[in-house]
């Protein structure tokens, strides 16, 4: 499987490596932002890979089309929210509850993260078999309820011992620690479905995200107040931050919060988690394509060559977030990360679809019918199978009969 290939240890590897060694070594904030988000979004959709296995799409959420369409208004309206309350409110107290409910969010995707990897072996196996208690049914929330075992509870409790030392110490490397596992779990386990259902949510967001920091100060004014892990902080070199400071001077407009945003450069998890689904959904379509030539990934090994469309469209990702950062630099202002996002995702798939003439087979895919047809056609086989037995039989028992 993908999603136990060794390439994503690595990156995982040099996630962390960067993050840690950036308090000794003076790293660009430009190019860890550009290398952090990449290998997230590389290592999110091989794990999502994952999702090809029917037995493992228990508790995935499925977005459908009216999700898609209603989604750029709740963000819109969350976001706009935040924004008043940071505007009218005491923001140290908001913080503090935003704190807690963040921290507690990457906390789960850590245990959950590990949970993962370790569930097949002994003795997590029987720990996950020990069920405590269930979670009630609650309306939009948890609409299915949920059954929580010993390995649950152990998880969570390991990745609360990441998410307390970030909520004590407000430290740059907790905060990114518990945004990565959060962009990898999400982009793993929120599946769009259809290319159509990508095209809608992005093309929304598309323009969500252009008005909200190019004619509003809501994005960015949200962006800067709020302290949780919903976004990747890299701390600028400190010739950056004295240059800054020389042509600005001091503003106590930040004194007393955990950190001066002047500080770091950020990119949000949206800007991760969403393209990135999309990115995912487009592997999964080359293995549904290797299925269904009968190829083997697992036997034939990782081959480039097999996942076109993943290739075009992470490669043009990668392109877009180096758009955004020179952008970013040569303008110097923040700037709406799908608005050069959106259209390299989309783009690449598309235009690799039509030069490959697979464009209505891309349109037509669905990942919830996969296995369905699988069972169907599985059955159909058994079937076919059944009175062929009987023929053989019949033909063997004639033969007997000539033979005596």
């Keep these: 499987m993908l999603s136990d290939h060794k390439s994503n240890y690595i990156a995982i590897g040099i996630l962390l490596f960067i993050n840690i060694i950036r308090q000794y070594v003076p790293i660009h904030p430009t190019i860890m932002t550009a290398v952090s988000s990449c290998l997230l979004v590389y290592v999110g959709c091989l794990f999502s890979s994952k999702l090809c296995s029917e037995e493992k799409k228990e508790g995935v959420e499925t977005m459908g089309t009216k999700d898609a369409l209603v989604f750029p208004l709740i963000g819109s309206a969350v976001l706009f929210g935040l924004y008043l309350l940071f505007k009218f409110f005491n923001d140290k107290y908001l913080n503090v509850l935003l704190h807690i409910y963040f921290t507690l969010i990457g906390a789960y995707s850590i245990g959950q993260l590990i949970e993962e990897k370790i569930i097949e072996k002994q003795p997590f196996k029987s720990l996950s078999e020990q069920q405590i208690f269930t979670i009630p049914k609650i309306p939009y929330f948890n609409p299915e309820g949920a059954k929580v075992n010993t390995l649950n509870v152990i998880t969570f409790f390991l990745g609360l011992i990441f998410g307390g030392i970030y909520f004590v110490k407000k430290n740059w490397i907790y905060n990114n620690i518990l945004g990565m596992a959060f962009s990898i779990f999400g982009i793993e386990n929120l599946m769009i479905g259809q290319y159509k259902v990508g095209l809608i949510l992005l093309s929304l967001l598309f323009f969500y ?110 392109l877009g977030i180096l758009i955004t950062l020179c952008s970013m630099y040569f303008f110097n202002h923040a700037q709406p990360a799908l608005l050069y996002l959106v259209p390299c995702c989309l783009l690449s798939s598309t235009f690799t679809a039509l030069a490959s003439k697979e464009f209505t087979l891309l349109w037509n895919f669905n990942e919830e019918e996969l296995n369905k047809k699988d069972d169907d056609s599985s059955s159909d086989d058994e079937d076919d199978k059944k009175p062929k037995k009987k023929e053989e039989n019949g033909e063997n028992e004639k033969d007997k009969k000539k033979v005596e």
């Design 209 to 318: 995200d252009i008005f909200w920091v190019f004619y509003t100060p809501v994005m960015v004014s949200v962006a800067k107040n709020i302290e949780g892990p919903v976004k990747l902080m890299f701390p600028k070199l400190k010739a950056a931050i004295e240059k800054l400071k020389a042509e600005k001077g001091d503003d106590k407009e930040y004194e007393g919060k955990a950190y001066d945003p002047r500080e770091y450069n950020m990119i949000g998890l949206g800007d991760i988690v969403i393209p990135g689904v999309y990115v995912a959904f487009m592997l999964r379509f080359d293995l549904y394509l290797l299925n269904k030539a009968k190829k083997d990934i697992n036997k034939n090994g990782f081959n480039l060559k097999d996942l076109k469309y993943f290739i075009a469209t992470f490669s043009f990702y990668n």
